[in-house]
């Protein structure tokens, strides 16, 4: 049995590729995907969001705004309301990219410290998004004290030092289908490298299909490749892979229930 640990189920193609959000969860579980976390990434997309997958127990939800989305806007007391939703497990997607906006640096790292103090609050874990912003990230989760609720660097592309410090904070580190890219090399050292009980599996679907759906749009199934090949990485069988990151998802997302 496998989680996608982080997906956009409201992000789909629901006119070409799915029918419905019935037929993406009836794919995935015919490949033996179980359980799904849809990450919100917008306080107006969010209430859209949940009206899809509150009929489905096995789908699981997060409340937060993007770091590329904070022009979108942003209200503190909304993503707090939002936030204790019985759905919701996590606070997030959140975070720094410095990649795409590097000149809203300041407004994503005081955005990005507010859901941590919410984190905090509700003890619940955060979903943290970084790129190109290594220091800054960890500077901001050391000193509003994540290590109290925990959390996931999810989609990680980032050196396996900074995975490391993360994991000393008691955070855990999320792959994608990034890494079976045969560019990724440095990814690949990093999850050879890392602890599989720290390890968690995710398809950021719709986007970054894995080989060999690269190109095309992603969806939850597909996290199966992403969890075969951490296998192949580390020299263990599939099945353990499945069981350690499942086990994993459910230790840090404690108010998602099995």
Known sequence: MLVDSHCHLDKLDYEQLHTGIDDVLAKAKARGVEYFLSVGVTLKSFPTMIEMIEPHENVFASCGVHPLDIEAGFDFEQLKTFAQHERVVAIGETGLDYHYQPELAEQQQEIFRQHVRLAVELNKPLIIHT????????????????????????????????????????????????????????????????PLDRLLVETDSPYLAPIPYRGKQNQPAYVREVAEYIALLKGVSAEEVEKVTTDNFFTLFSLAKR
Do not use: P, W
């Not at 994540?146 to 660097?153: F, H, I, R």
């Not at 989609?155 to 990724?184: D, H, Q, R």
């Open 131 to 194: 790129r190109m912003a290594r220091e800054d990230t960890m500077q901001i989760l050391r000193e509003e004290g994540a290590e109290k609720c925990g959390g996931v660097l999810h989609c990680f592309t980032e050196s396996l030092e900074m995975a490391k410090e993360a994991i000393e904070l008691g955070l855990y580190i999320s792959i994608s289908g990034i890494v079976t890219f045969n560019k990724a090399s440095e990814l690949k050292h990093v999850v050879s490298n890392l």
